[in-house]
């Protein structure tokens, strides 16, 4: 089992930024890759981005491309989001997820824990 907490959303303006946090329980952290999702009112939950076990490899939506970085810290079982240069359209709420091997990142049923959310809101 592995328990998820979100944390570092709030309300920003756009062209500001705002780092995401997501704490891990357990002690198999580095044995997951995490994922960051969104979901916007109304809408479906969307792919954000990826980093494998070891953080050497990462993937990105192409919204997101060029302003936000997955990164983690084994050591702190913690995966981070920086999101820069934040727009309206970025407002949601982030969820992060674990997964032992997503053979289809994107997708959301590769991955087996979620946690509950942070709203990150950017006004205009």
């Known amino acids: 089992q592995v328990q998820l907490v979100e944390s570092g959303g709030g309300l920003v303006q756009a062209g500001g930024s705002l780092r995401l946090s997501c704490a891990a329980s357990g002690r198999t952290f580095s044995t997951y890759a995490m994922a960051w999702f969104r979901q916007a009112l109304g809408k479906e939950r969307e792919f954000v981005s990826v980093?494998?076990?070891?953080?050497?490899?990462?993937v990105y939506a192409d919204s997101v491309k060029g302003r936000f970085t997955i990164s983690r810290d084994n050591a702190k079982s913690t995966v981070y989001l920086q999101m820069n240069s934040l727009k309206p359209e970025d407002t949601a709420v982030y969820y992060c997820?674990?997964?032992?091997?997503?053979?289809?990142?994107?997708?959301?049923?590769?991955?087996?824990?979620w946690g509950q959310g942070t709203q990150v809101t950017v006004s205009s």
């Open positions: 997820a674990a997964g032992l091997a997503p053979h289809y990142p994107s997708r959301r049923s590769e991955y087996d824990y």
């Open positions: 980093i494998r076990r070891s953080g050497g490899s990462t």
